[in-house]
């Protein structure tokens, strides 16, 4: 196993703060710039800065990514959560959309996977490395891809890396969206292309927004957290003008949404399948789709 994460991870990985080099010893890389460590577990370098580990932290981003590293350690509740017919139906519409590209020898990235849906068919004809800042749920995806966990904030590839990046509702989830979107161009190869899908602002998920926003204030985040079985609170919406300023000089910045009637995340509504048939109807009326809750955002390079 030693010989195989060497082999696997030695040309792939840099320390994610100053791009350095890394050595592999034993059972950990190390940066010999910054002198961080950065152990292995099982099959899964643990790409995060050592500080994350600590018991008791100070700054408001590292105990929000704290918390994000931890809060999916229940596997039963992500998965029951990401099984809910309404994210069933964006699931499946997301898979046709990547499934549009033409993807074979690629190098691809999926940031934030979680249990990858997406990444077992990519796999076949690429390679695929998947990375989440959760060690529970990126151990159950498959052998065929590389796994890391890593902050999608501070990647640790080097510039150029990929062909081809997607990610799936986790800009929303950033403390600092802006550094997001830096590092997924910055480990774009040129020519390289991107898939992002992302809940948007003016849809009825503003509604939910508030609503959930008012429930923290009165009642706590532990109550808003055990009502909707999964997740965190601490979410924005997607910065698009950050979007724009990060991505519109180099590529075409392309919008669809999708699913103008959101459903709440809810165990109630999880047997309201008719729901997405409703949306299929209201996507293709052109005033009403404009309000879609998700947008599906594609960056082509510019000719």
């Not at 791009?19 to 790409?47: A, D, H, N, W, Y």
């Not at 033409?102 to 076949?124: Q, T, V």
């Not at 532990?222 to 924005?236: A, H, S």
């Not at 809810?266 to 293709?284: M, Q, S, T």
């Amino acid at each position: 196993m030693v010989n195989t994460i060497s082999e696997r991870f030695s040309n792939l990985l840099v320390c994610p703060f100053d791009r350095s080099k890394l050595v592999f010893e034993q059972t950990r890389f190390s940066c010999q710039k910054c002198k961080r460590e950065f152990r292995v577990s099982g099959r899964i370098p643990l790409m995060l800065d050592p500080g994350l580990f600590q018991a008791d932290l100070q700054k408001e981003d590292e105990a929000r990514k704290k918390e994000e590293m931890e809060i999916f350690d229940n596997l039963s509740s992500y998965q029951n959560f990401m099984n809910r017919a309404y994210l069933r139906a964006i699931k499946e519409d997301i898979s046709n959309s990547l499934s549009s590209f033409e993807l074979k020898d690629k190098d691809i990235l999926e940031i934030g996977a979680g249990i990858s849906l997406f990444a077992g068919k990519l796999a076949e004809k690429n390679r695929v490395i998947l990375t989440d800042i959760n060690e529970t749920l990126l151990n159950q995806n498959p052998e065929s891809c590389d796994l890391v966990v890593a902050d999608a904030e501070n990647l640790p590839f080097p510039d150029k890396s990929f062909d081809f990046i997607y990610l799936v509702g986790i800009l929303h989830h950033l403390p600092d969206q802006k550094k997001g979107m830096q590092e997924i161009k910055r480990v774009l190869k040129e020519g390289g292309k991107v898939f992002i899908s992302e809940p948007t602002k003016w849809s009825v998920n503003s509604i939910y927004y508030l609503g959930r926003k008012l429930l923290i204030f009165l009642f706590g985040k532990n109550f808003v957290r055990k009502l909707v079985g999964c997740g965190t609170p601490d979410e924005e919406f997607l910065d698009i003008k950050e979007l724009n300023k990060t991505f519109s000089s180099d590529f075409q910045i392309r919008i669809r949404k999708i699913s103008p009637i959101r459903l709440l995340p809810i165990e109630f509504f999880d047997n309201l399948g008719f729901v997405p048939k409703i949306n299929h109807v209201l996507e293709k009326i052109p005033i009403i789709k404009n309000f879609g809750a998700i947008a599906q955002i594609t960056l082509l390079p510019k000719k």
